[in-house]
């Protein structure tokens, strides 16, 4: 070949190779500042992996993430996190935000107005005491967040998480996902929040105390009302777009019909008519679960649990809890079955942990209510749920399979003599790991923590209410249709 022929090939080869650098390195500068406003929203959405929305840590790559704060999940889980991230069941609104850089309101999945109500409804309840004229507790530090009662007061906490969230939206230094922000406009927001802690205010001050007349609990719902009902955010669509969270089956109970038409975030509906709370409108959240997470990698497999199934709780309910009696009578002398009596009293909470952790199945069956924190503590034990409750309501069931990590039975046949038992020791390894995998998978969704990460339950439950708000408009919009139409017409 001719020195002439030589050239123009080493030329292109350069050529190639340098454009192929250039396209690497600008493809990896685009998914480094994916959440900045420079790519459209409706573009970036694009950009999924396994169906699953990517969330992109800056200039970190492979790094073990560092618990948040007050996390429902153990320490020891924050290296595997992850390694679950391929759930296949992200929606398309979670991307993080770069440390330092705020969330761009217009790429925001929702966007939340929240009432500044005094302290007494929301941290007042806690004992936080501002200066004067201070609504909010500084959320900006870790060390300076006012801490939520322990105990069971903690499985109801989804109001204390959710305001939490809104507070941190506009704190540049606080990483946390671009799902939702707070505005300070309301014409602005998507939905109007209240922050009320209503489950803490039933738990802790439902009761007369002193010389009161009224307790704490009816008084602040009677304020409630009050305010809401003078607000013109209220009165411009009835309520319709504001968010309620009345996750305490007893909490705003003297409030519920009167402020019925706003979106609930609730446990259940067991306590509630259909008219005031239902699937179409309401959001179903997870309790926060109270045993310790499983790291994934210190899960214990199959030949490694031996119990087969495991409950330990109040056996003796009302209403449709009564199923729970007969069971125990059915399953309480069977070997490889623990069903006992059990409370969160002393270790309770740990030994409950403990046997989850050591059991193949998880027995959830209704009590006073369809549901419980039981079902959250066997999935954060990665112990396959067996729901018995035919009433019950799952959180996010519109997004996750739970066939694929839970075993349903209907309460008829429950209690029929060796169905049970028949059915779960059918199930063979292979299944069982199957369902073990997912759970491992799944598990981050039920995760309460602050600052709140991409697919936790605070990430959930928000992007829950923003598949709610599309319903929401349309009913408004269908409404109008003749109102607006019915003007004089004019026969000049």
């Avoid at 999935?379 to 694929?404: M, T």
Wanted: positive net charge.
């Amino acid at each position: 070949m001719s020195e002439k022929g030589i050239l123009p090939s080493r030329f292109l080869f350069c050529l190639i190779t340098i454009s192929m650098f250039l396209l690497i390195i600008s493809s990896s500068f685009l998914l480094q500042f994916s959440s900045t406003s420079f790519i459209p929203r409706s573009v970036f959405k694009l950009i999924l992996l396994n169906s699953t929305s990517v969330f992109l840590k800056a200039n970190v790559e492979n790094e073990p993430m560092k618990l948040p704060f007050m996390s429902s999940k153990d320490s020891q889980t924050a290296t595997g996190t992850s390694s679950n991230s391929n759930s296949g069941n992200r929606m398309a609104g979670s991307f993080g935000r770069q440390k330092g850089k705020k969330c761009d309101p217009g790429q925001v999945l929702l966007r939340v107005y929240m009432y500044d109500l005094p302290p007494e409804f929301h941290f007042g309840l806690l004992g936080w005491k501002g200066k004067p004229n201070q609504t909010w507790p500084d959320v900006s530090k870790q060390s300076r967040i006012w801490p939520y009662p322990g105990g069971l007061n903690l499985q109801h906490s989804i109001e204390y998480w959710l305001t939490l969230d809104l507070l941190s939206s506009n704190i540049a230094n606080i990483g946390r996902p671009c799902t939702t922000i707070r505005v300070m406009n309301s014409s602005l927001a998507d939905v109007i929040f209240v922050p009320f802690f209503s489950s803490l205010s039933y738990n802790r001050y439902s009761k007369l105390r002193g010389k009161e007349n009224i307790s704490v609990n009816k008084m602040l719902q009677r304020k409630l009302v009050q305010f809401l009902m003078n607000q013109d955010e209220w009165k411009r669509l009835g309520g319709k777009d504001h968010l309620i969270v009345a996750h305490h089956p007893n909490s705003m109970l003297d409030a519920r019909r009167k402020l019925g038409s706003a979106m609930f975030v609730l446990a259940d509906f067991g306590r509630y008519p259909v008219e005031i709370a239902n699937v179409e409108k309401d959001i179903i959240a997870p309790y926060m679960h109270l045993v310790r997470t499983i790291p994934g990698g210190e899960s214990p497999p199959f030949d490694q649990r031996p119990t087969l199934a495991y409950f330990q709780g109040a056996i003796y309910r009302k209403d449709g809890g009564v199923i729970r009696q007969e069971l125990y009578y059915l399953l309480k002398d069977e070997k490889d079955v623990h069903f006992t009596f059990g409370s969160i009293q002393g270790d309770g909470v740990k030994n409950a942990g403990q046997g989850m952790a050591s059991s193949k199945f998880c027995l959830n069956i209704a009590g006073d209510t369809p549901s419980s924190n039981r079902l959250f503590d066997a999935i954060a034990s990665h112990c396959v749920p067996v729901i018995i409750s035919d009433e019950i309501e799952l959180p996010f069931e519109d997004v996750l399979d739970y066939s694929e990590f839970c075993i349903t039975v209907h309460s008829t046949d429950a209690i029929k003599k060796g169905f049970l038992l028949n059915l779960l020791r059918g199930i063979k390894q292979e299944q069982w790991t199957k369902m073990w995998e997912r759970l491992k998978e799944v598990v981050q969704h039920f995760e309460y923590q602050y600052p709140s990460q991409p697919g936790d339950a605070v990430d959930m439950i928000w992007e829950a209410v923003s598949r709610k708000v599309p319903s929401v408009r349309f009913k408004i919009h269908k409404s109008n249709r003749y109102i607006k139409s019915h003007h004089p017409v004019n026969s000049n």
